[in-house]
Nanobody, 118 residues
Framework: QGQLVESGGGLVQAGGSLRLSCAAS????????MGWFRQAPGKEREFVVS????????DYADLVKGRFTISRDNAKNTVYLQMNSLKLEDTAVYYC???????????WGQGTQVTVSS
């Protein structure tokens, strides 16, 4: 069984930055596509960004393009999400997820809260 553990969330003012981390354990995720999702209160979970196993391909939701950057360090089994120019609407619980091939998002972390204040 694999586990994903997010960290780095917190309270930040609008315009500020945060860096989230997702540490994987229990198995090697170096061949998995990794992604970040978020869920705001009263809303459905939404896709934020994904990165291919090699890091060669990234896909961003339009809402975060130009502000968020995903990266991964397969040697550390860790994925990062650098969030800049944060907006109030970025407030949400952020989840890390892993997908092998086209099997869908199979593994999920417990989430980390990001709160952006004015």
């Amino acid at each position: 069984q694999g586990q994903l553990v997010e960290s780095g969330g917190g309270l930040v003012q609008a315009g500020g930055s945060l860096r989230l981390s997702c540490a994987a354990s229990g198995r090697t995720f170096s061949r998995y596509t990794m992604g970040w999702f978020r869920q705001a209160p009263g809303k459905e979970r939404e896709f934020v960004v994904s990165i291919s196993w090699s890091g060669a391909r990234t896909d961003y939701a339009d809402l975060v393009k130009g502000r968020f950057t995903i990266s991964r360090d397969n040697a550390k089994n860790t994925v990062y999400l650098q969030m800049n120019s944060l907006k109030l609407e970025d407030t949400a619980v952020y989840y890390c997820s892993a997908m092998e091939g086209a099997r869908g998002w199979q593994y999920w972390g417990q989430g980390t809260q990001v709160t952006v204040s004015s």
